[in-house]
């Protein structure tokens, strides 16, 4: 990760021109919108000021209304303006049949923009779950037939096609999450403008690694109750969420525990369980009844999902033998 201070001093270094930037939406409730405006290392207002990004529409931000809309998107297009990044977040409706009338945007389907404007960036960065993966838009019935950039759900290949890579070379960046935290978006839109994507590795599903390699409980204030089997409870103090209320930290990558909130907390650190919100799998079990802020488990008591790595039946032994001993050891304190 680059520090704010080493990144600063980079970009007055490193930059030579000014970074064009479009930001489009599809289906999306703009959560990753409020996400990236409250961005603090660095912010919205640093990647203007300080790291020479450009933006040239944003859909919440943007002071052009109907036509002018199309003008800054033409211009991208015909290449009059230089686009350096195209930002998309949420789902791309293709519904219904095939056709996208059901999101249209500027005079046409939002996901012929999508198309054209990917095709004509240098970078293309998808935000947020449903733009990665379709998201909670494309859980089955899926009626708009959203689906993601470059993957529907752990699925390569998405609207753009599994083969797809943008002039830079680079495929999708996905930066997923419901909503992916302020400081990811902002941190890779640096590393862009500054030119040094050549150090961004990207995992499997296009994730930056920085972000996406250790587990949403790498720095969880639990840790210590899930190797003791101490369970917990839903915004109670103290034991962890894993074996009764469906925390998914040890099966999800994410840095939500290294790079808090609001540069305070966490779910987990609240004592909310963790729903695995930037794996492709999100929302996970298609948010089948009684399958949320519980763990499933087989036979009332064997967790069905067991953290990643783990072998189950390793793990049922270990768990077992660690739970008994937990209980003695209650008993015995308690004499
Ligand atoms: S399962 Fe969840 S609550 Fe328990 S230690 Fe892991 S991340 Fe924390
Ligand atoms: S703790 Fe889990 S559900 Fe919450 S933001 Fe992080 S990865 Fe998503």
């Known amino acids: 990760m680059i520090s704010h201070t080493e990144s600063n001093h980079l970009a007055y270094t490193n930059l030579k021109t000014m970074t064009n930037l479009i930001w489009l939406k599809g289906g999306a409730c703009s959560g990753n919108t409020m996400s990236f405006l409250n961005a603090e290392q660095p912010s919205v207002i ?7 990004i450009r933006i040239l529409y944003h859909p919440s931000i943007g002071l052009e209304i109907g036509e002018q809309v199309n003008e800054v998107l033409n211009e991208a297009l015909s290449g009059e303006t230089a ?19 059901m999101n ?11 198309k054209d404007l990917s095709e004509t960036a240098n970078y293309v960065v998808a935000i947020g779950d449903c733009a990665t993966w379709g998201g909670i838009m494309a859980v089955p019935p899926n009626p708009t037939e959203s689906t993601g950039m470059q993957f529907h759900k752990k699925e390569k290949g998405g609207f753009l096609g599994k083969d797809f890579k943008t002039k830079s070379g680079f495929p999708i960046i996905n930066i997923p999450g419901c909503p992916a935290h302020p400081d990811w978006i902002t941190q890779i839109l640096v ?11 990207l995992d499997d599903f296009h994730r930056p690694k920085t972000f996406f390699t250790d587990f949403v409980q790498t720095g969880c204030t639990n840790a210590n109750s899930f190797s003791n089997k101490i369970d917990g409870g839903f915004g109670k103090r103290g034991g962890c969420l894993f074996y009764e209320v469906g925390c998914r930290g040890p099966m999800t990558r994410a840095s939500c525990n290294r790079i808090l909130w609001n540069r305070h907390s966490s779910k987990t650190r609240a004592n909310h369980p963790c729903l695995g919100c930037t794996e492709p ?6 948010l089948k009844k009684g399958s949320i802020f519980k763990t499933m488990k087989y036979l009332g008591f064997l967790p069905k999902e067991v953290p990643e790595g783990e072998s189950k039946l390793l793990y049922y ?13 209650t008993i015995n304190s308690s004499k």
């Open 191 to 201: 590393a862009i403008a500054i030119g040094r994507m050549d150090e961004v590795l």
């Open 281 to 286: 799998g999100f929302p996970h079990h298609d």
């Open 46 to 52: 640093d990647l203007v000021t300080d790291f020479g």
């Open 104 to 114: 249209y945007f500027a005079g046409r389907p939002a996901k012929d923009w999508v």
């Open 83 to 101: 686009l350096d990044i195209f930002v998309f977040e949420g789902s791309i409706i293709q519904g219904s049949g095939g056709s996208g009338n």
């Open 317 to 329: 032994f270990k768990s077992g033998f660690k739970k008994t001993l937990s209980k003695k050891t």
